[in-house]
């Protein structure tokens, strides 16, 4: 049996079009995923250390109850369908315009065809340069002094 709990779109962007405008639903649901694991665990944490201190701590007379834990749970997941609602109405074509023309800062990234330069795009790196040093070990270092040109031994050798 094969049942899916949610649809979620997965069209291809056009050059152009940035990925979470051309699907916000998947946008949404991947900010909810990773605010609600994020959340979650802090969260959690937090509450555990609360609950720690105060059982180590009798002389304060307090404890956590284990309603407090279901109830910030209950809390995180709303907070993580208000991130997936801001992040699909961020996607929304008509707002994602505004956003770039107000708040460029925050607006999607265009797809571009390869090859095609973007005009405000940052250098790129196109190679990288090995400039490890290598050091001699103290066997193969000459302890006295000398004028002479200083001795190069790499590794290995």
């Known amino acids: 049996m094969n049942t899916t709990l949610v649809q979620v779109d997965q069209k291809p962007a056009a050059a152009g079009t940035p ?22 665990v802090a969260a959690n944490a937090a509450l555990g250390v609360l609950a ?3 059982a180590a701590n009798p002389g304060l007379n307090a404890y956590l109850p284990p309603e407090v834990f279901a109830f910030v749970n209950v809390a995180v997941v709303i907070a993580a369908g208000v991130s ?10 008509t707002v994602n315009e505004w956003i770039k023309a107000h708040l460029s800062f925050l607006s999607a990234i265009p797809v571009i065809d390869a090859g095609t330069a973007m005009p405000d795009a940052p250098a790129v ?28 031994v790499a590794l290995g050798d």
């Open 19 to 40: 990925t979470q405008v051309a699907n916000p639903s998947r946008a949404g649901w991947r900010t909810f995923v990773q605010s609600a694991i994020g959340f979650l």
């Open 52 to 54: 720690g201190f105060l």
């Open 84 to 93: 997936k609602f801001v992040a699909q109405l961020m996607a929304n074509p």
């Open 125 to 152: 790196i196109t190679s990288v340069t090995d400039t490890t040093t290598s050091f001699a070990s103290p066997a193969e270092v000459d302890p006295t002094p000398s004028d002479a040109e200083p001795k190069h």
